[in-house]
T-cell receptor, first 113, second 115 residues
Framework: GENVEQHPSTLSVQEGDSAVIKCTYS??????FPWYKQELGKRPQLIID?????GEKKDQRIAVTLNKTAKHFSLHITETQPEDSAVYFC????????????FGRGTSLIVHP | DTGVSQDPRHKITKRGQNVTFRCDPI?????LYWYRQTLGQGPEFLTY????????KSRLLSDRFSAERPKGSFSTLEIQRTEQGDSAMYLC?????????????FGPGTRLTVT
């Protein structure tokens, strides 16, 4: 089955800095890679996703890059704000069929004002 | 709130008791997933429904766990003879296969504590 590794487990930055979270996956057939944000005590929410036919996707301060050859993908947050503080999860899955994502263990991002 | 809802939000039970959780997905969503999340981990897949059919179950899912989605709307997850290792957050998520997107919408979760 799929195995997703996520690093770092904790990331502490100053407001305004950039933050990068990296994930690797094992199943070369995986072709859909979502990122979820989970604030303390709240439900996970999708913030951005990328499919394997695209190398990069951007949405305002958030971007995701994908390297299919190396089987890794990354989340980039620029100009971080205190409200970005949360746990971020990457996931990998095969699109089509049941689409069941395998999640990483999460990265706790702390943005200091 | 028209999102995914779960009931109860918290459940404390004694080891050996049975518990049942309910999930109400977004009304037009035909796919429903159950996950378990423990501290410091990402959501771990338990089972998946498309409409009323249970199409996949995790190999890690003990036979003490059973799930139903009788009319393709709400779903229940039952844990029989609970063990302390069952303590976790149980998350439900739903999505639609008709929208051309794979986004899953999560519920707030049911936190189970087995004493």
């Amino acid at each position: 089955g799929e195995n997703v590794e996520q690093h770092p487990s904790t990331l502490s930055v100053q407001e305004g800095d950039s933050a990068v979270i990296k994930c690797t996956y094992s199943d070369s057939a995986s072709n859909y890679f979502p990122w979820y944000k989970q604030e303390l005590g709240k439900r996970p929410q999708l913030i951005i996703d990328i499919r394997s036919n695209v190398g990069e996707k951007k949405d305002q301060r958030i971007a995701v890059t994908l390297n299919k050859t190396a089987k890794h993908f990354s989340l980039h947050i620029t100009e971080t704000q205190p409200e970005d503080s949360a746990v971020y999860f990457c996931a990998a899955s095969r699109s089509g069929g049941s689409y069941i994502p395998t999640f990483g263990r999460g990265t706790s991002l702390i943005v200091h004002p | 709130d028209t999102g995914v809802s779960q009931d109860p939000r918290h459940k404390i039970t004694k080891r050996g008791q049975n518990v049942t959780f309910r999930c109400d997905p977004i009304s037009e969503h035909n796919r429903l997933y159950w996950y378990r999340q423990t501290l410091g981990q990402g959501p771990e897949f338990l089972t998946y429904f498309q409409n009323e059919a249970q199409l996949e179950k995790s190999r890690l899912l003990s036979d003490r766990f059973s799930a139903e989605r009788p009319k393709g709307s709400f779903s229940t997850l039952e844990i029989q003879r609970t063990e302390q290792g069952d303590s976790a957050m149980y998350l439900c998520a739903s999505s639609s296969s008709d929208l051309g997107t794979y986004e899953q919408y999560f519920g707030p979760g049911t936190r189970l504590t087995v004493t």
